[in-house]
Nanobody, 124 residues
Framework: QVKLVESGGESVQPGGSLRLSCTAS????????LGWFRQSLGNEREGLAFIDSNEMIRYGDSVRRRFTISRGSVRNTLHLQMNSLAVEDTGMYSCAAYASSRCYTYNLSGFDIWGQGTQVIVSS
């Protein structure tokens, strides 16, 4: 089973941008549904963006047109480009995966491989 490690979280001012990275211990180009989730203080974990082996992409309503999920230039990386960040985007960001070429569920309960998370703070 692959292991996931996130990086790139930091403090940023409102309106700023960040790019998060998720590095896997193995090849995640095929056979996995991949996703980015966010947990903010007092809120349930929220699904933000997903991509599968067929390059089908789906975004959560709160981040559509601001965030972009993409694969890195090397076979075991996943990115989340975040633009126009707002205070409400503050939270712990995690990448997650489950073994399937197609994303058949976007519920967090379907994801059984998780990274430890990286903290994003949006504050003036």
């Amino acid at each position: 089973q692959v292991k996931l490690v996130e990086s790139g979280g930091e403090s940023v001012q409102p309106g700023g941008s960040l790019r998060l990275s998720c590095t896997a211990s193995g090849d995640i180009r095929r056979g996995y549904c991949l996703g980015w989730f966010r947990q903010s203080l007092g809120n349930e974990r929220e699904g933000l963006a997903f991509i599968d082996s067929n390059e089908m992409i789906r975004y959560g309503d709160s981040v559509r047109r601001r965030f972009t999920i993409s694969r890195g230039s090397v076979r075991n990386t996943l990115h989340l480009q975040m633009n126009s960040l707002a205070v409400e985007d503050t939270g712990m960001y995690s990448c997650a995966a489950y073994a399937s070429s197609r994303c058949y569920t976007y519920n967090l309960s379907g994801f059984d491989i998780w990274g430890q998370g990286t903290q994003v703070i949006v504050s003036s």
